[in-house]
């Protein structure tokens, strides 16, 4: 005998939809985890590199193509590096406020090419300025380190 009742699908229960959500919020939660700890992984390999090694042949070859690159490109400046203002000895106030010996402040890979620039750019004629490049939350973000070309004004 067929009647309505054996005719009509079965619909999920209310308790296996539920079950499901969580299943997928836990999957996601995983994912999130992951990325975390990639991200986590990836920053503390550039805090390593940045104060612990040296600027190497492969950096410098990045930087003179950067020169070029602007330089083909019409312009008198371009930007050789960056990173987080936390890095300077006083997070960037220095350098956000354009105060003498904002040099001082740099440590690691940021200090080593400020010396670099002493040593062989500025001589060569080359200046280099030092910026914030972005205010997150309004606060100084990264700092960009600029070689310029361009002609001081007389």
Known sequence: MTGPAASTPSMTSAEELRKRALELQLLEM???EKIQAREAKKHADFVEDFF???IGDAERTVIKRLVSKAAADGKFEAMIYSFPSSFCSDSGRAINNFLPGWQNTLQ????ELYDLFEEIGRPQ???LKALVINFPGGIPGDIGLFLTWEKPVE
């Open 30 to 32: 995983e994912r999130q």
């Open 108 to 111: 690691g890979k940021a200090k």
């Open 52 to 54: 612990r090694k040296h």
């Open 125 to 127: 004629g080359y200046g």
